[in-house]
Structures are given as structure tokens and as C-alpha cells.
């Protein structure tokens, strides 16, 4: 079966009613231009649908042909590119005659525009025997003075010689005469491309003579030479030194697409590391200079796929402070993959610059109005993995990070998550990053930031000083006790009735009168009248700090991370200090607090009442603390840190395992490599050769492959 050429027309038509032949016949023959426009219109909808209308042909060539309206001489192109134009039994319509000769006189109009829409029209036709008259008067249109025209005739001459070769069998001739007397860019680019495909050797001896014009070509021809010397060198792997200086200038060209396509051909001729220093140095200018966000990727995705290969890396070890340039760009997605790129690139000898430029590059979120913070997170992201595997810059990272507690965003979550890592990788930072936590403390807003602010403050205060400060802190941020007040109290005025024309102060001094059924009036007070709180009549309550206020929007996993911080704090301290009577009130604080957490809970205040779970974790602290027991506090103490510590071990195993597979060299082997076969000679002089060809073509180390095939005996 052979492949069906696509089809070139598609029109849409909402009318589906078809007039008669009969009527057709009539409008065209005694009807205006517009008649004739809409009768045409009508038989090109008739033929789409399936219908023959055998009978009009001679009409239109007799009615419509002849006619100058050029809306007419355009629907006939269409026309005459779908009508059968053969007979039942093979043969060519004997009117075609007629339109062969009317083709040859538009191919000799004085309007270049009609002369170049019938070349174009001319690509479409299928059959050789309409065109072979015509090849006299296309292959006079490459001598015509406008551009337009000759351009559309080399494309004509190369579609009919691609389809039949055998009507003009001298084209590329013709076509190599005409590209050396050629100055128009766009003209010569479609003389070239078709020599290209129709006689490369032809193509190639063109461009020989003129390497040293190179750098003058335009962008389309400096493509299509770029595209041939791709071609030339993947079937003849010898000529390729020749070409590594003429591809080298074009690295500089002003055309992006011209730079791109050159660096990726320069990979294939060489891999040099001059070379590749400079195609990565174009690609990085590329993503500087393109304000396309899709050109950015694609470009990105090149440099990440040159960084992977065998001995390259080195390279962008050195330009990565030219790529990190590159996170100007305002899309996330080109930041992330920069990013990326740019954190496997890092080495000792670099790391300093990089801390230093991506500090800046966080700092800057800070001043911008609407930064991305989903960018501030990769940042983070980024610095933290650079303190993890350069221990040297990590006094730098950390504090600048813990800058960023305060924000209720994604970034302080990821912020918290890497200065929970890095306190245990880095003890000398310990007592900095608890001092810097303290001093965000009050500020902090996210729940998850929070909670594991208070799990870090309780795991690793390991003085007895700043254990107190923490404790004192925490104590502070709770504020005063008990949290839910107590009838008969003064109701502090941050308590708020959720009518905000009513503000009660005290609950005593408060009276209201009440209307009985008969009519008199009784007085009682506020407290007398309360019922218990439901979710319509729930205090609404604004506090100083976001701990106390995420305690009464009902938030019981801060409770439960103040509750373990709070027991940790207190039995660090009697390890410390056992006889201390600072300690117990201490202690005592502590259950306190608890306590009231669990009146809070269960009073009704809260958006909803304490979980179960909730509540017996808060009653194992208060136990513990009341009754402490070896097993207890070798559990909170040292078993909680141990297993965070185990968990973080095989996490950074698994990391490293991956960070080598991203950063392992990938071998060079392209599909075009030539493979050697023993039969094409002796095998003393191909052994070495073969080995390492299939080798590339299994996929294997050469030396590997080489242990194999010294021993495939013993493995068969």
C-alpha cells in the first residue's frame, strides 16, 4: 500500500443544499463575476462532498477561465487541484489541454503574483503529464526580476523533481547555475535546501568554495548549511574537521535559532573542551538574552542533557556563575531548572561565589511586592542542600535562613524543615540557631513552623541556661493562666462577644431585666443567663501571640508539641540540676499549663472539643511529669532524638544515591556512530575496534564489555 499525500484544501460550509447541474450550467454561462463566484463556490463544495460533475469542466474552462477577477483566478487554483482531471480508464481529460494551456499563460503574466500563486499551485499537481508541457515556461521564471517569483519556481522545480524525477532530469544542474548568479537570501536558501536533499554532493561543493563567506549568509541559508554539514558528517564521519571552524564562527551569529542549531551540530564534530566551553557559554547567553519562557526551557534542557555527558562537567563547574545569571528570568519554571543545573555544578572550589550570589537572590525577596514564594522555596531548597554537603559555608546559610521564620508561606515551612536538619549535622550552630529561634518565636504564624520551632527548643537545649530561657519564653508566649476564665472573674479585654456593639467587662456588674409571662420584670445576671457555648455563640478571641490564639482556634497539635517541648524542658533540667527548687516550680508551670489546655479543650470556647488522641497524649505528659518513670524519660530524652537521627541517616543515603545517578556522566553514544563488523576485515586489525563498537551499542563500559568478552566462553 502506498502513503497518501496529504491534502493542501479544507473548506467549511454551513449550507448543505446543492443546486442542480442544470442551474450551474445556466449561472455560468449567463451570469456576472459574482455568479460565476458563487456557481464555482458551489461545484468546489459539490467535489469535496463527492459528487462528479462531469459535464462542467468545459463550462468553467469555457466561462470562468478566460476571466481577469482575480477572487476568480484564485478559486480556480482550488478547483482545478481537486476536479478529476482523468478518465475511467486512466487517461488524461482531452481538456485538459485547454487548462495546460491557460497554466502556461499564467506562467507568463506580467502580475508576478499570479505567476508565483500557480508555481505554488503547480507543487499540488500529480500528474506528469499536465506538467511536462509547462517545465519550459517554470524553469523561465528563475530568471524573472522579482524575488517572489523565482523563489516559488525553485520550489516547484524541487517538488516536481522529488515527485518525477524523470521530467526535468537535469534540475540540480540547473538549480547550481542559477544558486551561483543568485543574491536574493530567500531564493538562494530554497536553491540550497533543494540541493541539499536532491544532490548533497552538489551542496556541499557550493558551500566549500565559499567557508570564508560563511559569516555573511543570511539566518535561513546559515541553517540549511548548518543542517547539510549535520547531514554530510553522519554519513561521512572523516569530513568533519573541515567543517569544526565554519560552525565554530557561528556560535557568534546574530540569529538565535542560527547559535542553537550550530552548538548542537559543533557537539557532533568534536568534543573538544574548547568546544564545549563555548557552546555552553552560547547556550547560557541564549537563555540571558531570550525573552521566550519556551525557548528558555528548551535551551535549558539542552545544557542539562551537555552537562550529563562524559567529561563535560568540568565545564559548567566553571561558567556556573554565567548561568546563575540566568535567574533573572521572571517564570518558575526556568528558575527551578537553572537551580537544578546550577546544584549539581557545585564544587568546593565555587560553592563561596554561589552562597553568595543565591544570598542575594533571597534577600531580594524581601524588597520585591510580589515575589513567588514557591521561588523563595527553591532558594531555600538549594542553600540548605549547599550547607549539607559544604559544612564550611553553613554558618553563612543557616542564620540567613531563620530570617524568614516569621511569613505564614510555604518558604518558612521549607526554612524550618532544613534547620531541622542542619541542627543535627551541625552541633557547634546549636546554641545560634536556638538563640535565633527565640528571637522569632513570638512572630511566628504557620502551624507547621510552630510546631517544629517547639520540637527543636525542646530536643536540643542541652544548657541549663538556655533551657530556662526557652521555658520562660514559651511560659510568655502562653501568657497568663488559667486560659479559659473562670466565672465570677473580670473578663480581660482582649475577650471580644461577637457583636461588636456589645463589650463586656465584667460578668458581675453586668445586668440585663427579663420580661416574665405575666408581664413583670425580673433582673439576672450574665452568668445566670449563659448557656453553653455553641458554634453560633463561641467567644471569638484575639490574643498577643499566634501561640495562644492557635490554642483557642482549637489547634490541638501545638498543644500537644508544647505539652512534649514543655516535658522535655523539665526533665533535662532535673538531669541537670536534680535538687533544684526552681525545678519544681518549674514543673508545677508546666502541669499548670497543661491543665489548662485541657479546660480549654473541653469548655466549649474552641471551634470544636479536644480529640482523643489529643487528650491522652496531653494526660501522658501530665503523668510523666507527676510521676516520672526511667523508661518515660529515657523515651523523651534520648530515644525521640535517636530515632530522628536514624531517619535522617537513611534519608541523606537515599539522596546521595540519587544526587550520583544525576550527576554520573552519561557516554557519549549517538545513534549515528558507525559500527565495525568483523567480516570487512582480518581481525587482528578490527578486533579492538568491534569490541568497543558494540560495546557502545549494548550499552556497556568498554572495559566491561571487554571482561566479557574475554570470558564468554566460560559464561556460555
Known amino acids: 500500500m502506498t502513503v497518501e499525500e496529504p491534502c493542501y484544501t479544507l473548506i467549511s460550509y454551513e449550507d448543505c443544499e446543492f443546486t442542480s447541474e442544470q442551474q450551474l450550467k445556466v449561472q455560468i454561462e449567463k451570469g456576472g463575476d459574482a455568479d460565476k463566484f458563487r456557481s464555482l463556490t458551489e461545484i468546489i463544495r459539490g467535489l469535496l462532498g463527492g459528487s462528479k460533475y462531469p459535464s462542467l469542466l468545459m463550462h468553467v474552462i469555457r466561462f470562468i477561465l478566460p476571466r481577469k477577477d482575480k477572487n476568480l483566478k484564485k478559486l480556480l487554483l482550488i478547483y482545478f487541484e481537486i476536479v478529476p482531471k482523468r478518465s475511467d480508464d486512466g487517461k488524461l481529460l482531452p481538456q485538459m489541454i485547454l487548462v495546460c494551456d491557460a497554466f502556461r499563460k499564467e506562467l507568463e503574466h506580467p502580475n508576478e503574483y499570479i505567476r508565483g500563486a500557480t508555481l505554488r499551485f503547480l507543487c499540488k499537481l500529480r500528474e506528469p503529464d499536465l506538467l511536462e508541457p509547462l517545465m519550459t515556461a517554470i524553469c523561465d521564471n528563475l530568471k524573472h526580476k522579482n524575488p517572489y517569483v523565482r523563489r516559488n519556481a525553485v520550489l ?117 573542551p574548547t568546544a564545549v566551553t563555548a557552546v555552553a557559554k552560547t547556550l547560557m547567553e541564549l537563555i540571558y538574552r531570550e525573552s521566550d519562557n519556551n525557548v528558555k526551557l528548551v535551551v535549558l534542557s539542552r545544557l542539562e542533557a551537555l552537562r550529563s555527558l562524559a567529561g563535560h562537567s568540568s565545564v559548567f563547574e566553571g561558567q556556573i556563575m554565567d548561568l546563575l545569571r540566568c535567574l533573572c528570568s521572571s517564570d518558575l519554571d526556568v528558575r527551578r531548572k537553572v537551580l537544578g543545573i546550577a546544584s549539581r555544578c557545585i564544587i568546593s572550589e565555587n560553592i563561596v561565589e554561589v552562597v553568595a550570589f543565591l544570598r542575594k537572590e533571597l534577600l531580594k525577596t524581601h524588597d520585591e511586592v510580589d515575589f513567588s514564594d514557591e521561588y523563595r522555596q527553591s532558594l531555600v531548597r538549594t542553600l540548605h542542600g549547599c550547607a549539607i554537603r559544604f559544612p564550611s559555608v553553613a554558618p553563612q546559610i543557616v542564620p540567613l535562613l531563620l530570617d524568614f521564620l516569621g511569613e505564614a508561606s510555604a518558604s518558612s515551612r521549607e526554612v524550618i524543615f532544613s534547620v531541622r536538619e542542619a541542627i543535627v549535622y551541625f552541633p557547634a550552630l546549636r546554641k545560634s540557631i536556638i538563640e535565633k529561634l527565640l528571637d522569632s518565636f513570638y512572630y511566628i504564624k504557620d502551624l507547621d513552623v510552630l510546631r517544629a520551632t517547639l520540637w527543636i527548643m525542646g530536643e536540643y537545649c542541652e544548657e541549663k541556661e538556655t533551657g530556662d530561657r526557652v521555658f520562660d519564653t514559651v511560659c510568655d508566649a502562653i501568657g497568663e493562666l488559667p486560659i479559659v476564665p473562670p466565672k465570677q472573674q473580670v473578663v480581660p479585654s482582649m475577650f471580644f462577644l461577637h457583636s461588636d456593639a456589645f463589650v463586656a467587662s465584667s460578668f458581675t456588674n453586668f445586668e440585663a431585666f427579663k420580661l416574665n409571662t405575666d408581664g413583670s420584670y425580673a433582673t439576672q445576671s450574665a452568668f445566670t443567663a449563659s448557656t453553653p457555648a455553641s458554634a453560633s455563640q463561641t467567644l471569638t478571641i484575639k490574643s498577643f501571640t499566634p501561640l495562644r490564639d492557635m490554642l483557642y482556634e482549637g489547634e490541638y497539635l501545638v498543644a500537644i508539641a508544647l505539652a512534649s517541648t514543655l516535658v522535655k524542658l523539665v526533665l533535662r533540667r532535673r538531669e541537670l540540676a536534680p535538687n533544684d527548687a526552681e525545678c519544681n516550680k518549674r514543673t508545677a508551670k508546666a502541669i499548670l499549663i497543661m491543665a489548662a489546655i485541657l479546660r480549654l479543650g473541653t469548655s466549649g470556647m474552641t471551634s470544636h472539643a479536644i480529640d482523643g488522641d489529643s487528650h491522652d497524649w496531653l494526660v501522658l505528659c501530665l503523668r510523666v511529669l507527676s510521676e516520672p518513670q526511667p523508661i518515660a524519660v529515657r523515651a523523651f530524652l534520648h530515644e525521640c532524638q535517636l530515632a530522628w537521627n536514624n531517619l535522617l541517616e537513611d534519608l541523606r543515603k537515599e539522596s546521595n544515591n540519587d544526587f550520583e545517578k544525576q550527576t554520573q556522566p552519561v557516554h557519549a553514544a549517538q545513534v549515528d556512530d558507525a559500527l565495525v563488523f568483523r567480516h570487512l576485515g582480518t581481525a587482528s586489525e578490527l578486533e579492538v575496534e568491534l569490541e568497543a563498537s558494540l560495546s557502545i551499542a549494548v550499552g556497556l563500559p568498554c572495559d566491561l564489555f571487554f571482561h566479557w568478552g574475554a570470558n564468554r566462553e566460560a559464561h556460555s
Not at 524523470?166 to 543568485?182: F, G, H, K, N
Open 156 to 272: 516547484c522545480i524541487y517538488t516536481i523533481y522529488k515527485k518525477f524525477p524523470s521530467l526535468l532530469p537535469d534540475a540540480p544542474e540547473i538549480i547550481q547555475s542559477y544558486l551561483e548568479q543568485e543574491s536574493d537570501m530567500s531564493c538562494r536558501r530554497n536553491a540550497f535546501m533543494m540541493l541539499t536533499y536532491a544532490a548533497p554532493e552538489r551542496a556541499l561543493e557550493y558551500v566549500t568554495s565559499r567557508l570564508h563567506e560563511i559569516q555573511k549568509f543570511g539566518d535561513i541559508l546559515q541553517l540549511m548549511f548548518v543542517e547539510l554539514v549535520y547531514k554530510v558528517c553522519r554519513g561521512c564521519p572523516a569530513r568533519r574537521v573541515s567543517f569544526i571552524r565554519p560552525i565554530y564562527q557561528l556560535l557568534s551569529a546574530s540569529s538565535p535559532a542560527v547559535k542553537f542549531e550550530a552548538g548542537k551540530t559543533l557537539l557532533v564534530l568534536t568534543s573538544a
